[in-house]
């Protein structure tokens, strides 16, 4: 095996590449873009073999799912006095997928 391909596979497998996991940060935001402490952010569909995934926002309306199983993703994202939302993302192993949600104040 070459010097080149040996160094290849340690990256990959170094970076998460070789796990199939990936991590997941979600921002959640109102139309003004004031972050959202307390927004529930829940996975409706995951891939196969991985949990539902579930957590809420911090106070700088923040929540990061690491060591998820890469793969697509719906996710349901709900907060008292806004509109629920729903989003759909893909999951990359090791990587830090980003995501930014906005929400709308009802009534």
Avoid: W
Wanted: charged fraction near 20%.
């Amino acid at each position: 095996m070459s010097a080149a391909l040996v160094c290849l596979l340690l990256i990959a497998a170094t970076a998460g590449g070789c796990t199939g996991k990936g991590s997941l940060h979600v921002l959640v935001v109102a139309e003004d873009g004031t972050p959202l402490s307390g927004a529930k952010v829940i996975s409706n569909t995951q891939p196969q073999g991985q949990m539902k995934v579930t957590g809420g926002t911090d106070a700088e309306g923040e929540v990061t799912y690491s060591g998820i199983a890469a793969g697509e993703y719906e996710f349901y994202v709900s907060r008292f006095d806004y509109e629920n939302q729903v989003f759909r993302v893909k999951v990359k192993a090791g990587r830090t997928t980003d995501v930014t949600v906005t929400l709308e104040k009802t009534g």
